[in-house]
């Protein structure tokens, strides 16, 4: 609104400015005219008319027209001065104005600086018979006109001031009636943080403005679980990169120059850096859900699986690890799946129990199953956090020997054994160690889970 005022009190001063200069044109024009008029008349003195007398002409003219407010006529005769209307003489006292004046042959408008201010001029040359006999000039001094227009700009503008502080004030006061209902969304939307996603706000009515917290709730909606599956992928990752970064490391620390041992040593690096691959793939498909491409199946030796594991945990810890029983089957299933979820019970096995205890390690078949199972000597699992031990960032409570991991190796483990259709069981007593055992079928198909 400001803008729109001041750009109409732009537009009214160029128009009226415009408008007083055609005015001050056509008061010129006007002053020639009647001039013209009068040279082609009688003389009143002696009733003939006027020819060459151009004095009389200029007499005459000056006694019968009484110029404007700052409006002046002025005659030259003889290329000199010769009668002027009672107004400011600031334009007799130019000698070559007047010199340029006296010189013309025909008509001259223009505009020149005096000491009274800008002035506009239309000087014309009398002539008679061709010859030049005398000049007239009419000029009209512009301060007086200016002023006039700035003194109705000056109004304008403090009429459209008053007028836009008025309506400034009524659209600020409606203005916020309406957009009460936006003002109350936006300070429910501050209210919502990082840590608290469940903040909603209010909805009432069937408006836009209740559209759009109906809107800003759903879109909250996907920010939480976005955000839930943010926090886990985070979690899982840090917890499980770890792992086969710590295996790797160790062995590369430790290869020897031998062979033999330099090829094993390779093997079981370039293994653990595939898994590591897979690994960071496939968190990202466990942040956002299950999908069916989870497992990657193929017949797997278990009893070399058990072997491997152990091998490959002795990296965790100073532990006995030692496999105590064998399972001489081949299962359908995912190995690096397989071995994701041991390694975590064998990590979980070190971060609960002191150098001294040994770690052992098997497995055997029962039907159509098989069991997989690591085993430690430790302080074991108390009975009120068995019944949860398998979620999502649960953590036993003891705090010897405690990983900095978030609480999701065991939960992870329960998803790849659910997901090859089995399950993982936790069998401790308080001060007698933990035995984990996880179950799968042998072939992965439609079977009821063994009992626990």
């Not at 008509?107 to 506009?120: D, K, L, M």
Request: glycine content about 8%.
């Amino acid at each position: 609104m400001a803008v729109a005022l001041v750009v109409g009190l732009l537009v009214q001063r160029t128009i009226l400015l415009r408008q007083l200069s055609e005015d001050v044109d056509n008061e010129l024009r006007q002053e020639v005219e009647e001039l013209e008029v009068l040279t082609t008349g009688n003389s009143p003195v002696t009733g003939e008319p006027f020819g060459d007398d151009v004095e009389a002409i200029f007499d005459t003219f000056l006694r019968r027209n009484v110029p404007a407010q700052a409006e002046g006529v002025y005659t030259l005769v003889g290329g000199e001065p010769y009668a002027s209307s009672p107004s400011p003489l600031q334009l007799l006292a130019d000698a070559a104005l007047v010199q340029r004046w006296a010189a013309l042959d025909a008509p001259e408008q223009a505009e020149v600086e005096t000491a009274a201010g800008p002035a506009r001029y239309l000087a014309v040359p009398v002539l008679f018979e061709g010859e030049p006999q005398g000049t007239f000039v009419a000029a009209v001094f512009l301060d007086e006109r200016t002023e006039a227009v700035a003194a109705v700009i000056r109004t304008g503008a403090l009429t459209y001031g008053i007028a836009f502080a008025v309506a400034a004030g009524i659209a600020w006061f409606a203005a916020g009636r309406v957009l009460q209902p936006l003002n109350d969304l936006t300070e429910a939307a501050r209210t919502v943080s990082e840590s608290n996603w469940r903040e909603r706000i209010e909805v009432e009515g069937d408006d836009q403005i209740a559209f759009l917290a109906r809107t800003f709730n759903e879109m909250l909606d996907r920010l939480e679980q976005a955000f839930d599956v943010q926090r886990q992928l985070i979690d899982d990752a840090g917890h499980e990169l770890r792992t086969p970064i710590t295996v790797v490391r160790g062995h590369l620390e430790l290869m020897s120059e031998e062979p033999e041992e330099r090829a094993e040593t390779l093997r079981l690096v370039m293994d653990e850096l595939d898994r590591m691959g897979r690994m960071v793939e496939e968190l990202l498909l466990l942040a956002r859900a299950e999908q069916p491409d989870f497992l990657h199946l193929q017949p797997v030796d278990i009893d070399d699986l058990m072997y491997d594991i152990a091998a490959k945990a002795q990296m965790f810890g100073d532990r006995g690890w030692t496999v105590t029983e064998h399972a001489p089957v081949v299962a359908i299933a995912d190995e690096q799946r397989l071995t994701q979820a041991l390694m975590n019970l064998c990590r979980n096995a070190v971060e609960h129990t002191p150098p001294d205890v040994s770690v052992t390690l098997g497995s055997h078949t029962e039907g159509g199953w098989v069991h997989l199972w690591v085993e430690d000597m430790g302080p074991g699992v108390a009975l009120d956090e068995q019944t949860h031990i398998f979620e999502r960032f649960a953590r036993a409570s003891d705090v010897e020997g405690r990983g900095e991991g978030a609480g999701l190796g065991l939960a992870i483990t329960r998803v790849i054994a659910e997901a090859h259709g089995g399950s993982v069981r936790l069998d401790s007593w308080p001060g007698e160690g933990a035995r984990f055992t996880l179950t799968i079928p042998v072939e992965l198909a439609d079977t009821d889970e063994p009992a626990g």
